[in-house]
């Protein structure tokens, strides 16, 4: 079983549609929680940061981490072509290492 | 404000030539650096990280080596490249004593062993 398990997708949406991404973990360790947005062929950007449980909102972007059920979401309003990409999601424990999901490939169509 | 920088952006390379990936990091000092592997569908695998000058940890026995000769930059290494070497490698910093656990990215380098 992966430390973190993340659904690859691909999701294809209408433009305006909500976005609904999430991950499941293992190791009850983990108390950072980071959403990174990847466009193709270039590095990931750090999208939202999350310590320990509860929600963060960004603008149009919604993090939930509920730590009791070892589940982590990414809301995206109103969702537009520029949001496709792939979303990746990362958590950690204590300590330097970040546990990577495998990323979900998101298209929203115009 | 930090940067970071990665190059060279796509690298070919044949079997059994040296390798050499440099990462560089402006706006900070003493940055924690690591360098990752991306394969498709497979997420970032962890090499190298170091938390200062000559202080190299590996995660995974492997034909790469990494070393850090300045505060900023973080080089990876092959003496000779195998095929499996292929893919997207992701330099990444952290601030030290920061927030923790944010690593910031750089743009990436593809590499393609033929």
């Known amino acids: 079983q992966k430390e973190v398990e993340q659904d690859p997708g691909p999701l294809s949406v209408p433009e305006g549609a909500i976005v609904s991404l999430n991950c499941t973990y293992s190791?009850?360790?983990?108390?950072?929680f980071m959403w990174y947005r990847q466009y193709s062929r270039k590095g990931p950007e750090l999208l939202m940061y999350?310590?320990?449980?509860g929600n963060k909102e960004d603008g149009r972007f919604t993090a939930q981490v509920d730590k009791s059920s070892k589940y982590i979401s990414l809301f995206i309003r109103d969702s537009q072509p520029s949001d496709s990409a792939t979303y990746l999601c990362?958590?950690?424990?204590?300590?330097?290492?970040?546990?990577f999901g495998a990323g979900t490939t998101v298209t929203v169509r115009a | 404000s930090q940067t970071i920088h990665q190059w060279p952006a796509t690298l070919v390379q044949p079997v059994g030539s040296p390798l050499s990936l440099e990462c560089t990091v402006e706006?900070?000092?003493?940055?924690?650096l690591y360098w990752y592997r991306q394969a498709a569908g497979r997420g970032l695998q962890l090499l190298f990280y170091?938390?200062?000058?000559?202080?190299i940890s590996s995660e995974v026995p492997q034909n790469l080596s990494a070393s850090r000769p300045q505060d900023r930059q973080f080089i990876l290494s092959s003496k000779k490249l195998l095929l499996s070497d292929s893919g997207f490698y992701l330099c990444?910093?952290?601030?030290?004593?920061?927030?923790?656990?944010?690593?910031?990215f750089g743009a990436g380098t593809r590499l393609s062993v033929l």
């Open positions: 990444a910093w952290e601030a030290s004593g920061g927030a923790k656990n944010i690593q910031y």
């Open positions: 999350t310590y320990s449980s």
């Open positions: 990362a958590m950690s424990a204590s300590d330097y290492k970040l546990s």
């Open positions: 190791n009850s360790a983990f108390q950072y």
């Open positions: 706006g900070t000092s003493n940055p924690n």
């Open positions: 170091s938390v200062g000058i000559g202080q």
